[in-house]
């Protein structure tokens, strides 16, 4: 047809069938619908050479200083500071969490010897110190181990005892009341997940992987640490080996554009680039740990 011909058709898209669909793309259109995932991924690798010698610097007994603890307190820095990722959407609009919660996947023993998933929250963690994190975390996760948790307990305790599809069912109907409505659900931690996940995969040896965002933890962000490893990086061009983790982000395309990220992202970067000012000095609670920490605690998976 001619442009003019085009410009008058009621067909929005001038198009044609595609003849002899291979059998191969004629399964894949059996399986899939239209994407409507809005996640995005990215991964940050971060320089640790002057953090830990910030962490060495200032030490305190009794308190094990790792990356997961920096790079936590550095992302609720940059998440009060940009607040548009710590939300939640409710019919139709994003709400915005009034505090900076973040949520630590941990691995606990299981059944059988298999080993379980649990996990803890900080909350306010954007108010403490990267001592303060540590020594706390150390309590949580010791807890959880213990199965002192008794809210996270009772809650895993109650979903071993229906099948996978009324699970979902309990899950959605369990976040629609709590998030939705915005109704606290008797027996459920208020907000567990918090306004992002961290997991450290590199206990586990691995360097790079990337989680789904969980839809009922109302979580628009996750983010895995990986094994800190030796790396060529470029400093003031010349090449040195330095020590480097890497931060595999998931994230709701939703609540960011690009544009915020690399607030975001310049926030951590310039967090472990100058320690002294984002990290500060141990505080008096970060000095006095308390007797339910325990600094052999691994960190958290």
């Known amino acids: 047809r001619s442009g003019q011909e085009a410009y008058m058709s009621i067909w929005n898209v001038d198009v044609e069938p595609l003849k002899k669909t291979p059998a191969f793309r004629q399964l894949a259109l059996g399986t899939w619908d239209a994407p409507r995932n809005p996640e995005i991924y990215g991964i940050l690798e971060v320089d640790l050479t002057k953090a830990q010698e910030w962490a060495a610097a200032n030490a305190v007994d009794g308190v094990k200083i790792t990356p997961l603890h920096m790079v936590s307190k550095a992302l609720g820095m940059a998440m009060e500071r940009y607040p548009d990722l710590n939300g939640y959407v409710r019919f139709g609009r994003i709400y915005l969490r009034k505090s900076v919660d973040i949520f630590f996947q941990v691995m606990t023993p299981g059944e059988n010897g298999r080993t379980d998933l649990t996990g803890v929250r900080i909350a306010q963690i954007n108010r403490k110190s990267v001592h303060e994190i540590a020594t706390e975390m150390a309590t949580h996760v010791k807890r959880a181990r213990e199965k002192k948790d008794l809210d996270v307990q009772k809650t895993a305790s109650m979903m071993k005892l229906f099948p996978s599809f009324i699970v979902r069912w309990l899950l959605n109907l369990v976040a629609f009341i709590s998030y939705t409505l915005n109704i606290r659900f008797p027996g459920i931690p208020k907000d567990p997940f918090g306004g992002a996940m961290v997991s450290n995969i590199g206990a586990l040896g691995l360097d790079t992987a990337f989680a789904p965002l969980v839809p009922y933890s109302r979580t628009p962000v996750v983010i895995l640490l990986g094994q800190a490893k030796p790396r060529a990086v470029v400093v003031d061009g ?26 975001m992202v310049k926030v951590v970067h310039d967090a472990f680039e100058n320690p002294d000012e984002y990290f500060g000095r141990p505080t008096a609670s970060a000095a006095k740990p308390s007797a339910e920490s325990d600094s052999n605690v691994a960190d958290a998976a």
């Open 238 to 263: 010349t090449v040195q080996v330095r020590n480097v983790i890497r931060l595999n982000s998931t994230i709701d395309h939703r609540f960011c554009d690009g544009a915020l990220l690399a607030k």
